[in-house]
């Protein structure tokens, strides 16, 4: 299957650098946090077979750059110039908190003919909502202070990780590569915004598949259930025997299924 990286020009001049392989329905994918699209690219690879799969680079990540100050706004103008590219309403795919700015992009009126998200982070209920209200009032504080690492240690510990596993995990190769995207953390939050998913998202009226995997259920299944109950179209799937990163083959399975769909 032959690749091709390219690169676009947002509304406020940032470029933005994207994979497209494949022939067929485009399908853009969008990539969750401390994801520079490498995530995505064994997924993409394996839906390539039968549509155009463009899989980018968020601002700030990757071969992407940057335009200071961040707004929301700026990502979704993102997805709408990928979209001009693709040449016609294209399927969405978002995958953690990417999925929250996928359907962000398509209640503020992106032209999309379907949208997949998969395990949206969401906080439902008091105490989660609290503990991301929490986060978000950091994160962007200790990123000003130019401390990407110390970024990451939080947002581990937002995912409950214990702080004597962070301390350790400080030294290895994967906890310097994923500081090297911390100063994204606030992007992400600004796209999942006060925790739940907000009444806005009920003008999406396009089918919206929400799909969940099995291992996260304790969390990820509440937010599932109040995107699809928000959504006039949304419908909710489990995928057996997945966690948060889920496996390509499986995941593309039931993406194929949900986008070729009459």
């Known amino acids: ?18 994979d497209r392989q494949g022939q067929g329905a485009p399908v853009i994918m969008v990539g969750g946090g401390l994801d520079d699209g490498s ?21 700030g990540r990757g071969r ?10 700026r990502e979704i ?32 009126g992106l032209a ?3 949208i997949a998200v998969y395990e949206v982070p969401y906080a439902i209920g008091e105490p989660a909502v609290a503990a991301w209200q929490d986060y978000a009032a950091e994160i962007g504080a200790i990123v000003a202070d130019g401390r990407p690492d110390d970024a990451l240690a939080r947002f581990m510990r937002l995912a409950g990780m ?55 259920l304790e969390f990820f299944g509440p937010a599932a259930a109040a995107i699809t109950e928000l959504l006039p179209q949304a419908e909710s799937r489990l995928l057996p025997s997945q966690g948060h990163v889920a496996d390509p083959g499986a995941l593309a399975a039931m993406l194929q299924e949900f986008f070729d769909a009459a």
């Open 77 to 108: 103008e993102d997805l709408a110039a990928l979209a001009a590219v693709a040449e016609g309403p294209v399927h969405l795919f978002g995958a953690s908190s990417g999925g929250a700015l996928a359907l962000e992009a398509a209640a503020a």
């Open 162 to 216: 214990p702080d004597e596993a962070i301390e350790a995990a400080r030294t290895s190769p994967e906890f310097a590569a994923s500081s090297a995207l911390a100063h994204t953390l606030p992007y992400d939050a600004a796209c999942l915004g006060d925790g739940p998913p907000p009444q806005r998202l009920s003008k999406i009226d396009k089918p919206t598949l929400v799909i969940t995997g099995d291992a996260g």
């Open 1 to 18: 299957m032959i690749s091709t990286t390219e690169q676009v020009r947002s509304a406020d001049q940032t470029l933005i650098a994207y």
């Open 64 to 73: 992407s750059t940057d335009t200071a100050p961040y707004a929301l706004q």
């Open 112 to 114: 999309v003919d379907k």
């Open 39 to 59: 995530e995505n690219a064994p997924l993409a690879a394996e839906l390539a077979g039968a549509h155009t799969v463009i899989n980018y680079s968020r601002r």
